[in-house]
């Protein structure tokens, strides 16, 4: 049985920048289009040069980590580690989130410090643990050195300094806009097809409703609002993790190890709260939490019942909870490898130096 299909915010999560309360959808299918900001208007080319270069090593420093490497696509659009390690050798503190339908998302990172997908990527590119190029001249002379990329930025962005940090981003952004997954068992659920679930998913939605996930984990993306009247970019919507401090998975997992979003805004009632990620598509993406310290889907539900709600659930329903989340593994696109265009002749490799 279903719940009220519609719910005010409840338990440990809380709507951070919002104007006001208000009810929600609880349940809602995948759109088969993501909401597309005004100032970066989606076409053909732009998400074609933002694919070769997602795929593109030589935008970072030691020219052999892409944002593939991290956002593998084939992989879930994760890496499968609990952290990653970026271009410059350093370790970063979180697990990489899934990009599959991240666009969905209304604030980015885990500690929610990023209003947009082009602001998040900016921020990855110069990122220490992540692309690690040490300022925005070194982009453009990465750019530059592709000739074919060079004209595709002037056709896009026009011939007044197009090889800049914001139009990499805006083109990447245009790119991972299109990763969406429709057509999961669940959405076709949603949208009436009665046995698209079976019945063990059934029992587990239940149980995922009874148990008090549905208080965070609803809307589009199953990680609170979607972006719309309600929830503009910005806006967004936390996790209070752990929310009952004390059980033995604080230590075993090291879950107050670090403090979220108070890292990014200072704020001390911001502590240990965290934007909540999307539960799309979650069987591909092993290990969970902000650092990927629980390697089964089966455990993260037992945590996760524990730290927010105080209760120790049985086997049978983590086995019936497992079964529903699983259902939400949608259709990913048929996609092929860019060719990647060639960079200038007699170009040092990273290996051989920085300098011309």
């Known amino acids: 049985m279903f719940l009220p299909f519609r719910v005010l915010v409840l338990g440990g999560c809380f709507l951070l920048a919002a104007p006001t309360a208000f009810a929600f959808d609880i349940l809602q299918p995948l759109p088969a289009k993501a909401a597309v900001p005004a100032d970066n208007p989606m076409s053909p080319g732009k998400?074609?040069?933002g694919k070769q270069l997602f795929f593109d090593p030589r935008l970072s420093l030691n020219g052999?980590?892409?944002?593939?490497?991290?956002?593998?696509l084939m992989l879930g659009g994760a890496d499968q580690t609990p952290t990653s390690t970026g271009a410059a050798g350093k370790a970063g503190k979180r697990n990489a989130p899934t990009l599959w339908n991240v666009a969905i998302q209304t604030v980015l990172f885990w500690e929610g410090r990023a209003k947009s997908l082009e602001e998040a990527l900016q921020e990855h590119?110069?990122?220490?643990?992540?692309?690690?190029?040490?300022?925005?001249?070194a982009l453009a002379d990465r750019i530059a050195a592709i000739p074919a990329y060079g004209e595709q930025f002037r056709?896009?962005?026009?011939?007044?300094?197009?090889?800049?940090?914001a139009n990499t981003a805006k083109a990447l952004a245009a790119f991972i806009r299109t990763l969406l997954t429709p057509d999961s068992p669940y959405d076709r659920y949603l949208k009436g097809d009665g046995q698209a679930l079976s019945a063990l998913a059934k029992e587990g939605l239940a149980a995922f409703q009874s148990v008090g996930c549905v208080a965070c984990h609803f809307g589009v993306n199953l990680a609170g609002p979607?972006?719309?009247?309600?929830?503009?970019?910005?806006?967004?919507?936390?996790?209070?993790?752990?929310n009952?401090?004390?059980?033995?998975?604080d230590e075993l997992y090291d879950l107050m190890g670090e403090l979220g979003r108070v890292q990014a805004t200072g704020d001390p009632g911001h502590e240990r709260m965290w934007r909540l990620p999307t539960l799309r598509n979650i069987a591909l993406t092993a290990p969970y939490f902000h650092n990927g310290s629980v390697a089964s889907l089966g455990e993260a539900v037992r945590v996760m019942a524990r730290t927010e709600w105080n209760k120790t659930i049985s086997d049978r329903e983590?086995?019936?909870?497992?079964?529903?989340?699983k259902s939400l593994t949608g259709e990913r696109p048929v996609m092929s490898l860019p060719a990647l265009p060639p960079a200038s002749p007699y170009r040092p490799r990273p290996w051989q130096g920085q300098q011309e």
């Open 47 to 49: 998400t074609d040069l």
């Open 318 to 325: 983590v086995e019936a909870i497992v079964e529903f989340l």
């Open 244 to 249: 009952f401090v004390g059980s033995p998975y």
């Open 226 to 242: 979607a972006p719309g009247p309600a929830m503009g970019p910005g806006d967004g919507f936390y996790e209070l993790f752990p």
């Open 125 to 137: 590119l110069l990122d220490e643990t992540v692309m690690a190029l040490p300022d925005e001249a």
């Open 64 to 72: 052999r980590v892409s944002c593939n490497s991290c956002h593998n």
């Open 155 to 165: 056709a896009l962005f026009g011939s007044d300094a197009p090889l800049s940090l």
